[in-house]
């Protein structure tokens, strides 16, 4: 049963002793999509390297960018910074072009962490975790819906899901977590 969930408020929606799975706070998301040739100014834009290789994810302070393909990023920054990513990307707009996508509203993240973090996400997504780099991240499917994955840790992992799905992931990850404390 797919339990309907306020998605604007960063919170705990469930736990046991073997997880934790909480709505994180909105932030501003981007899409990136550059050409190979524009890369370096982009990431002088940014003062962020863009990561070249799928997967791989930069990080400084707050901000996150994350390789999705070969030429397509996820930047992810705190509200406040939405305005400071959007204005560094248009000033090297003529000679970097560029496409960059407000889509903060689009999905919200989900934050799975706990001692049977991977077990869980195991109920839904057909990745081999163990084979996910900590500080990386993958687009990949959580029971046929698609996700971002991103691995922060041997036991913490983050979800970026679609608005319109996360009502049902959310509740398959709530019922996995209390199913598996019975274990």
């Known amino acids: 049963m797919t339990?309907?969930?306020?998605?604007?408020?960063?919170?705990?929606?469930?736990?046991?002793?073997?997880?934790?799975?909480?709505?994180?706070?909105?932030?501003?998301?981007?899409?990136l999509r550059v050409g190979e040739t524009d890369r370096d100014a982009l990431s002088q834009a940014l003062d962020l390297a863009l990561p070249e290789k799928i997967g791989e994810c930069s990080r400084r302070h707050n901000t996150e960018i994350l390789c999705l393909g070969p030429d397509e990023w996820i930047v992810l920054s705190p509200e406040s910074d939405a305005g400071t990513i959007a204005q560094a990307c248009a000033a090297v707009y003529d000679a970097a072009p560029h496409s960059l996508t407000d889509i903060s509203d689009r999905e919200v993240t989900v934050l799975i962490e706990g001692p049977k973090a991977a077990e869980l996400m195991t109920l839904g997504c057909p990745r081999d975790l163990e084979k996910l780099p900590n500080g990386q991240g993958r687009r990949t499917v959580f029971d046929g819906v698609s996700v971002i994955l991103w691995r922060d840790g041997p036991q913490r992992f983050r979800l970026d899901v679609w608005r319109s799905f996360a009502s049902h992931v959310i509740s398959l990850l709530a019922t996995g977590c209390g199913e598996l404390a019975l274990e």
Not at 8 to 25: F, H, K
Request: glycine residues 4%; charged residues 10%; hydrophobic residues 50%.
């Open 3 to 31: 339990v309907h969930v306020d998605l604007l408020t960063a919170r705990q929606l469930a736990a046991s002793s073997v997880a934790t799975i909480s709505l994180l706070a909105p932030g501003s998301r981007y899409s």
